[in-house]
């Protein structure tokens, strides 16, 4: 079992930055993926970035390549995601995800077991 909890988020003005990050106990974080997704309301929840457990390999949603950053590190059992020149779509409660390590890194919700319980960014125009 791992429970996760993730803090950072806030209000930002467009165009600013925000580092989220993801605390996990129980389990060890180092034998699970890591992922974060984004809800607006209204909206399904959507992948946003991947990291597996050694850091070597991520993955990214289209629409945050060359903005977004996710790292990790196990030694903190702890995950991070920096964003970089928000937009106000990019308003949402963004979750960290864990599953049991395995390729290749999973974009979708259901492959994902445990979840944190949120936190809200908002990006002001």
């Known amino acids: 079992q791992v429970q996760l909890a993730e803090s950072g988020g806030g209000l930002v003005q467009a165009g600013g930055s925000l580092r989220l990050s993801c605390a996990a106990s129980?389990?060890?974080?180092?034998?699970?993926?890591m992922g974060w997704f984004r809800q607006a309301p209204g909206t399904e929840r959507e992948f946003v970035a991947a990291?597996?457990?050694?850091?070597?390999?991520?993955r990214f949603a289209d629409s945050v390549k060359g903005r977004f950053t996710i790292s990790r590190d196990n030694d903190k059992n702890a995950a991070y995601l920096q964003m970089n020149t928000l937009t106000p779509g990019e308003t949402a409660v963004y979750y960290c995800?864990?599953?049991?390590?395995?390729?290749?890194?999973?974009?979708?919700?259901?492959?994902?077991?445990?979840w944190g319980q949120g936190t809200q960014v908002t990006v002001s125009s």
């Open positions: 129980g389990r060890a974080l180092s034998a699970s993926d």
């Open positions: 990291i597996s457990r050694s850091g070597q390999t991520t």
């Open positions: 995800a864990a599953r049991p390590a395995r390729l290749p890194l999973g974009v979708r919700y259901s492959e994902y077991a445990y």
